[in-house]
């Protein structure tokens, strides 16, 4: 394990050390603000703990978030939690990258931002949803990129559940469906064979998703508020960005809408700042001064909306003065603009509510002490104001570098990662985009730091060509024969040469198992339900006198030069037994697990036509090593299986089975170890007639079992499982090959 540990440290040094300096900023940022930081949002979070009421200024994402947390911990736990969660952010980019082969270099300082920027880690120490939102900003990437295809209807719905839930978040997430689903249209392009139809029923899917989500919430806002709606608001946001260039006099406006059209000249408003005028009428004094019964929400938007027709250059040219204003080279502030020190560590703990309100918020969640380490809290401001944050030049060069990808400049063409840039620059231009129509803030960027390094280093990766595996345009299954598999049928023909076996062959793959190899093969029967039986026994690269034994004892004896795991041996086997005339293939294990005086009860259902494949079942019948893990294992993919192909199966991993030798060569077979499954579940997607029948377990004759650390195996175990069935349900031409149609499988019977 250390070893292993040492060997991945030293392939990925540059990620290993941002992430050890990560980790060490971020506790120096716990030590030095206690318990957390709290914004004026915080107590909002808080005061709505347990009551979720969906009618305030925030959505109540982030809420059903830091309920269980609080239940569990205080709020330096959450605090706590959100570090990780962006540590787990920079680690996630990273991965992602290395799988769309970028440079391990160029991977690390993709995730170096969110790693290492002093905005990022003060954002995380407060009580504050922009964490949460940009972890579900980059879950929405891996669902939609991660598996390098063009993603169908059931993973674009699953995407388009992951944005509403950022919408949940914060309202800002709003506009994401929108280059999610032109993603899923174009993304289509990696591979020519998909139509239109499939991108637009995928498209479709992602954004049924998204908006089932959404209309649930929006229903949820209706039954409290009497209102449907996805958030509210004690401000206008439209109201906010016209108000500050609105010429109230010249643009015809109503008494009522006069009402609300701010005072000060035009200058003096920008001077201001929108935010002001979004939260204009939280002043009680403005909303008395306004006449009785007087509808300022109404007001406020039928003004809005007259500014937008009368003067629209003026609004869009505040919104792409606040838009780029975001990749500039320094954190500076503007006449205007939300306060950049909200974001800054401060060497006093920052208020923003009277001492007493705060504290009484840290006796309901902590110990009731705020305080500041002044020695720890200087570093931090010394470390973000001195360089210690992302320049806004570097993230708009990135995104430009994207652009040109996704337009395929350059190499870009031929990369195959056009769609895969498209994707995150697409959902950080339009994130940052919606922020800036409602106003400028520096913490409105904090999503930039995860999306524009991962668009820029797929991009750089697409313009210059070089990556470290990149992927073939369309995946394929390994091909069969390999080199291995050519050395090992050479090396059987020459011994053997045009040798032909009987119509039950019997299939054994073995490696090291010379202590109980020769008994098993001494059972096994000449004939069996009125057949002729051969062995054959497919040594895979084994390293003790298996193979000696196995031919001392009668068997045919196919030599593999290089050890790859059972799955490859036995492909090898069901290939070379089929090619040589065997009617029916059997396997079984060479440390003497099975009976081999049950085989009838595997043939004879082949033999009577009622069958294409039969398998034992130790739950049907006995298990004489229950060891409790396993046993648990058992049944638990065995109701995985069942779920996935809508065929009860009680046991997915019985090694004693029959079948027509057609049919495991007419099921795909990529796995080189976990083989058992691969099998049954690629029987059952093709309709395939499978039977179980009771059987026995036994204690293994001699030797140590291969499979290694139980949690490990049930890992793999569970990934071929799933990899299997989601393969088998993109593939439906090649199914071809089944005799009959699913609704003639036999399914497995109690006992």
């Known amino acids: 394990m250390t070893a292993a540990l040492a060997r991945t440290l030293r392939r990925h040094w540059l990620l290993a050390l941002f992430v050890l300096a990560g980790a060490a900023l971020r506790v120096v940022v716990q030590l030095a603000y206690q318990p957390a930081l709290l914004y004026i949002d915080s107590f909002r979070y808080l005061d709505d703990l347990g009551v979720f009421f969906p009618g305030g200024i925030n959505p109540i994402g982030y809420e059903l978030f830091l309920w269980p947390l609080l239940k569990i911990g205080d709020l330096a736990f959450v605090a706590a939690v959100q570090h990780l969660l962006g ?18 270099w160029l991977a690390a300082l993709a995730a170096a931002p969110v790693l290492l920027d002093g905005y990022q880690l003060q954002i995380e120490q407060n009580i504050m949803s922009d964490l949460l939102f940009q972890v579900v900003l980059l879950v929405a990437v891996f669902v939609l990129v991660w598996r390098r295809e063009p993603p169908g209807p059931r993973v674009a719905a699953v995407a388009g ?22 993603f899923v249209l174009l993304a289509a392009g990696l591979r020519p064979t998909d139509g239109w139809k499939r991108r637009w029923v995928s498209a479709g899917a992602l954004v049924g998703g998204f908006a089932a989500l959404i209309l649930g919430y929006a229903v949820y806002h209706l039954v409290w508020t009497g209102v449907p709606a996805i958030g509210g608001s004690t401000g206008n946001v439209v109201y906010g960005r016209t108000a500050v260039v609105a010429r109230c006099d010249e643009i015809g406006l109503t008494p009522a809408e006069q009402l609300v059209c701010p005072k000060e000249p035009v200058e003096q408003r920008q001077r201001t700042g ?3 005028y979004i939260h204009f009428f939280d002043n009680k004094a403005n909303v008395d001064a306004l006449p009785p019964d007087f509808d300022y929400v109404s007001a406020q938007g039928s003004f809005a909306r007259k500014v937008l ?11 792409v003065e606040d838009f780029l204003k975001g990749f500039a080279p320094t954190r500076t502030q503007a006449p205007g603009d939300v306060p950049l020190d909200r974001w800054q560590f401060q060497t006093q703990y920052p208020l923003y509510a009277d001492a007493w309100y705060v504290r009484e918020w840290s006796e ?37 570098l994207a652009a040109a990808a996704v337009v395929g400049a350059g190499r870009a063409r031929r990369s195959g990662l056009r769609a895969a840039c498209l994707l995150p620059a697409g959902l950080a231009v339009t994130v940052l985009g919606t922020a800036a129509a409602m106003e400028f803030s520096w913490r409105y960027q904090l999503p930039g730091l995860v999306l524009i390094p991962l668009a820029g280093a797929l991009g750089i990766t697409a313009l210059t060509g070089h990556r470290t595996n990149p992927p073939k345009e369309t995946p394929m299954p390994p091909t069969f024969p390999d080199e291995v598999d050519r050395a090992a049928l050479d090396d059987y023909a020459e011994r053997y040469g045009e040798q032909r076996f009987a119509p039950v062959v019997v299939l054994i793959a073995a490696y090291n198992e010379e202590e109980a190899i020769g008994d098993v093969l001494d059972g096994i029967p000449a004939r069996s339900c009125g057949l002729d039986v051969d062995t054959l026994v497919v040594v895979d690269g084994a390293s003790d006198r298996t193979a000696e034994l196995s031919v001392k004892h009668g068997a045919y004896t196919c030599i593999a030069p290089t050890n790859r795991g059972q799955g490859a041996a036995l492909r090898l086997g069901y290939h070379l037994a089929a090619d040589r005339g065997a009617s029916y ?16 009860m595997l043939l004879q259902p082949l033999i009577d036509d009622r069958a294409d494949f039969v398998t034992g079942s130790r739950r049907l019948g006995s298990n004489e090593r229950p060891a409790l893990i396993r046993r648990v294992g058992t049944y ?48 059952l997607s093709r309709g395939y007639r499978v039977l179980e029948q009771p059987m026995r377990m036994l204690a293994r004759a001699a030797g140590e079992s291969k499979k290694g650390n139980n949690v490990l195996y049930g890992y793999r175990y569970a990934k071929v499982v799933l990899g299997t069935w989601l393969r088998e349900r993109r593939a439906p031409a090649r199914r071809g090959a089944a005799q009959q149609p699913v609704s003639e499988t036999v399914g497995a019977t109690d006992r």
């Open 87 to 104: 540590l787990a952010l920079g680690v996630g980019i990273y991965v992602l990258l290395r799988r769309y082969g970028v440079r391990p």
């Open 161 to 182: 559940l992951v944005l509403a839930c950022g919408v949940v978040v914060r309202i800002v997430g709003l506009t994401l469906v929108v280059p999610a689903a032109v």
């Open 274 to 276: 929108i935010d002001f």
């Open 309 to 319: 027709l009368d003067q629209p250059l003026d609004v869009l040219g505040g919104v």
């Open 364 to 400: 309901m969640y902590d110990d009731g002490t705020f305080s500041v380490d002044p020695g720890l809290a200087s570093f931090l401001r010394a470390y973000q104001l001195g360089g210690g944050f992302t320049p806004g030049t570097v993230l708009g060069g990135a995104l430009l």
């Open 585 to 600: 293939i059997v396997t079984t294990d060479a440390d003497g697990q099975y009976d081999i005086g049950e085989l009838p």
């Open 636 to 683: 638990v993919f065995a109701w995985l299986v069942s779920a996935l192909t809508r065929q009860r199966i009680t046991d997915t991993s019985f090694g004693f089975r029959a079948m027509l030798a057609e049919v495991p060569n007419s099921v795909t077979l990529e796995q080189q170890q976990y083989q058992s499954s691969e099998l049954l579940v690629g029987v």
